[in-house]
């Protein structure tokens, strides 16, 4: 595979395109963020999107290998949303998750979603367009992702509705957790 290191493989399922899921890269301390954007995406998709969070119970069983699994979850996704905070946007790890997905589907984009935070100029990151975590950027994302992997007509009044009704539950909780966390 191109790109890869030798001996990498990405698992089995990675033939295997799930139409509708979204893997979603954080650093495990921002696990009730990356929860928060699966249930947006999910919701507002009305359950048309899955989404992979290595963190959130039941994505991955206890005694399963993670790292298989999420080299394959990887593989069978098809997108992926890079969560950068200011714990995960120097860590190697999310660059690996998005270098894998970037390096075995080069068609295949790597979203960003900057959340509170500056990626620098000497971050790969920095080469990607990036979403901001404000409700207008927000919206856009879900919107592509919709119309990128579901075959909800974009003018879809249930869709529109839950759009709406969900981001705004979903900055409310962002903005209760951020404030908890700075307290």
Known sequence: MMGMPDGFNIGESASIIRDTTVFVSHD????????LFCTLIERASLEQIKTFCSS???DINCGHEWYDRIKNEIGA??????LLTKH???KPWILFEAGIAK???PNRGVRGVKINVRVRQDNPFHNFQL?????KKILSLIKELIKELTDIPSENED?????????KAFFKK??????????
């Not at 495990?28 to 929860?35: F, L, M, S, T």
């Not at 979403?131 to 409700?135: A, I, K, L, R, S």
């Not at 869709?159 to 981001?167: E, N």
């Open 56 to 58: 959130r119970d039941g």
């Open 88 to 90: 995960s946007v120097k």
């Open 174 to 183: 962002l903005e209760k957790l951020n404030s908890d966390i700075t307290q």
């Open 103 to 105: 390096g075995a589907f």
């Open 131 to 135: 979403y901001n975590c404000e409700e």
């Open 28 to 35: 495990a301390r921002d696990w009730q963020i990356a929860g």
């Open 159 to 167: 869709v529109t509705i839950a759009i709406g009704r969900h981001s």
């Open 77 to 82: 996704s098809s997108a992926i949303v890079c």
